[in-house]
């Protein structure tokens, strides 16, 4: 398994504002992955996150909303870019060991855009 | 897509087995059958995987049927902090990411 921290864990923003998340892995990974859970729904996928390349996003999710950075093995970041209330979701990043299939969840990083 | 069917919610008496099923008709053959599941206020918890043997792990056993058009997930002693939304995904063990949550199925396991 792997033990991952997410921060903020939660925040409230201003319409407008943008709030960058962390998303930080006790062991190295290649496959990392950042979801959107919006109040009272299921997981979706925002974008894969490898290292070394280029972010995938998901049909619906764009580069300049959601920025990602993926500089290392361990560590992530994804930008909510000039956020409107429809943002307020709870944020999630995972890991997946490649040939295993299983994805390991950060807690979430909780978001509420005003 | 989804690609799996679950009951949107059940309960289970605390102490007895809770049987989660699943239905995935479509299933490629190289789709495993995957389940999480979510306690409130968390990230999604892996639970267990199989391809088409039975599996059984310290959390739970997963029973898939011979046609692997189902599954079932058992839970042998269910507990309180057993009580989560429960999700059946199907993918590739390589070559996809995608993890597919759809609705889950709700377990509340009651005193």
């Known amino acids: 398994s792997a033990v991952i921290s997410q921060k903020p864990s939660r925040d409230i923003c201003q319409r407008g504002t943008s709030l960058t998340i962390q998303c930080q892995v006790d062991?190295?990974?290649?496959?990392m992955f950042w979801y959107r859970q919006q109040p009272g729904q299921s997981l979706t996928l925002i974008a894969t996150?490898?290292?070394?390349?280029?972010?995938?996003?998901e049909s619906g999710f764009v580069i300049d909303k959601f920025p990602i950075s993926r500089p290392n093995l361990t560590f992530s970041t994804l930008t909510v870019s000039n956020m409107s209330p429809e943002d307020s979701s709870i944020y999630l990043c995972s890991v997946e060991r490649a040939g295993f299939g299983e994805q390991y969840f950060g807690p979430g990083t909780r978001l509420t855009v005003t | 897509d989804a690609k799996t069917t679950q009951p949107p919610s059940m309960d289970c008496a605390e102490g007895r087995a809770a049987n989660l099923p699943c239905n995935h008709s479509t299933i490629s053959g190289n789709e495993y059958v995957y389940w999480y599941r979510q306690i409130h206020s968390q990230g999604p918890q892996y639970i267990i995987h199989g391809l088409k043997n039975n599996e059984t792990n310290e959390m739970a056993s997963l029973i898939i049927t011979e046609d692997r058009k189902s599954s079932t997930l058992i839970l042998p002693h269910a507990t309180l902090r057993d009580t989560a939304v429960y999700y059946c995904?199907?993918?590739?063990?390589?070559?996809?990411?995608?993890?597919?949550f759809g609705t889950g199925t709700r377990l509340t396991v009651i005193p």
């Open positions: 996150a490898n290292q070394g390349s280029e972010a995938t996003y």
């Open positions: 995904i199907v993918r590739p063990i390589t070559g996809a990411n995608n993890l597919f």
């Open positions: 062991s190295q990974v290649t496959m």
